[in-house]
T-cell receptor, first 118, second 112 residues
Framework: GAVVSQHPSWVICKSGTSVKIECRSL??????MFWYRQFPKQSLMLMAT?????????EQGVEKDKFLINHASLTLSTLTVTSAHPEDSSFYIC??????????????FGPGTRLTVL | GQQLNQSPQSMFIQEGEDVSMNCTSS?????WLWYKQDPGEGPVLLIA?????ELTSNGRLTAQFGITRKDSFLNISASIPSDVGIYFC????????????FGKGTRLHILP
């Protein structure tokens, strides 16, 4: 159980365009979803925390107008990279947290989306 | 802020060898998490530790929560090719348990 999917798994886009990435919890309801960014050979850095039905909370240094997050349901959160530039090229990973587990800290991670901006 | 220091950064071992890696911090963590990330994939939780001194196993993996709550180690016994990947230690921030901090990772390579 506790499967998180992401779509697409990879995307290539032109500079200046917008890209939407979906994150779904397949077999549980996630009140909170998280978006991370990982540059090559680097660790995961939290970008924002998304609670269903409310505005996302962004980490310091992350532009909320550039990285639009929508968490419309308990099983779906989307990240839209607006006006993408080559420096936005990265591996974007979402995770979802369920409160049904013994450990409320447990986050289940998606497989990631590789974004390449030309 | 809270940081996690992992060592070694990378390891090159022979198949069948045991592996040991650790994670330290200058501040206390109440939970220690060990994840494995395969290339092009998201991290997968291997072991979670919730109590100082706790020693937990998951198959060939063993991890311990340091008694000072400032360190943890992960051991892998009798390594096999599928153990290749990046191992991250992680833990929730003290004042924000929804935010998990990750170490920089230990990259495990297995020589043929």
């Amino acid at each position: 159980g506790a499967v998180v999917s992401q779509h697409p798994s990879w995307v290539i886009c032109k500079s200046g365009t917008s890209v939407k990435i979906e994150c779904r919890s397949l077999d549980f309801q996630a009140t909170t979803m998280f978006w991370y960014r990982q540059f090559p050979k680097q660790s995961l850095m939290l970008m924002a925390t998304s609670n269903e039905g409310s505005k996302a909370t962004y980490e310091q240094g992350v532009e909320k107008d550039k990285f639009l997050i929508n968490h419309a349901s308990l099983t779906l959160s989307t990240l839209t990279v607006t006006s993408a530039h080559p420096e936005d090229s990265s591996f974007y990973i979402c995770s979802a947290r369920t409160w049904t587990k013994l450990s409320y800290n447990e986050q289940f991670f998606g497989p990631g989306t590789r974004l390449t901006v030309l | 802020g809270q940081q996690l220091n992992q060592s070694p950064q990378s390891m090159f071992i022979q198949e069948g060898e045991d592996v040991s890696m650790n994670c330290t911090s200058s501040s206390i963590f109440n939970t220690w998490l060990w994840y494995k990330q395969d290339p092009g994939e998201g991290p997968v939780l291997l072991i979670a530790l919730y109590k100082a001194g706790e020693l937990t196993s998951n198959g060939r993996l063993t991890a311990q929560f340091g008694i000072t709550r400032k360190d943890s180690f992960l051991n892998i016994s009798a390594s096999i090719p599928s153990d290749v990947g990046i191992y991250f230690c992680a833990g929730p921030m003290m004042n924000r348990d929804d935010k998990i901090i990750f170490g920089k990772g230990t990259r495990l390579h297995i020589l043929p």
